[in-house]
């Protein structure tokens, strides 16, 4: 039973089309994340959600958009994808905003062509 | 330089070799995470400790608060143990992982 799920784990579309991906967790944790990893495998937080609100936007562009139905979920869509957004982006969980253990999704790897 | 620094950045050793990967930070922290990604890409979290020495399995993990540096290390290392580590510290007060660059490790057999 997967702690943190996230959907699709391989990704492929044209510039400028629309795109999300989906994170779901079963731990009941507070706080989500998005981070994003680079060709060089160098981790960067984007956003993180706590209790479904928005805390953490780390000056991504505004083409990306998450989205907290519950504390359990939480989404990312990007608008007009770009080459530059290629990259493999990580959902994670924690029990509170103060960083607990971290659980991570298996990772999406998005490639824009 | 980043907040975070890694060494060394890959690392290759025989199957058995006591293997250590070190890691720096240059601002006061709250907590440091040890995570592996194996290369089928997932990440998993190794270890969180504030200070002292945590141990599972073969694998020991240090921190010295004052020299702001933590060790990762792995005894009897195996080509299972062939993963990217990477360290990320919380600051104090702060909501959010920086992280290191990442160590390679490979193990042969």
């Known amino acids: 039973d997967t702690a943190v799920s996230q959907t699709p784990k391989y990704l492929v579309t044209q510039m400028g089309n629309d795109k999300s991906i989906k994170c779901e967790q079963n731990l009941g944790h507070d706080t989500m994340y998005w981070y994003k990893q680079d060709s060089k495998k160098f981790l960067k937080i984007m956003f993180s959600y706590n209790n479904k609100e928005l805390i953490i936007n780390e000056t991504v562009p505004n083409r990306f958009s998450p989205k907290s139905p519950d504390k359990a979920h939480l989404n990312l869509h990007i608008n007009s994808l770009e080459l530059g957004d290629s990259a493999v982006y990580f959902c994670?969980?924690?029990?509170?905003?103060?960083?607990?253990?971290?659980?991570f999704g298996q990772g999406t790897r998005l490639t824009v062509v | 330089k980043n907040e975070v620094e890694q060494s060394p950045q890959n690392l290759t050793a025989q199957e058995g070799e006591f293997i250590t990967i070190n890691c720096s930070y240059s601002v006061g922290i709250s907590a440091l995470h040890w995570l592996q990604q194996h290369p089928g890409g997932g990440i998993v979290s190794l270890f969180m400790?504030?200070?002292g020495k945590k141990k599972h399995g073969r694998l020991i993990a240090t921190i010295n608060i004052q020299e702001k540096h933590s060790s990762l290390h792995i005894t009897a290392s195996h080509p299972r143990d062939s993963a990217v580590y990477i360290c990320?510290?919380?600051?104090?007060?702060?909501?959010?992982?920086?992280f290191g660059q990442g160590t390679r490790l490979t193990i042969n057999p």
């Open positions: 990320a510290v919380r600051g104090q007060g702060a909501q959010k992982l920086v």
């Open positions: 400790l504030s200070s």
């Open positions: 994670a969980s924690s029990q509170s905003v103060w960083y607990t253990e971290a659980f």
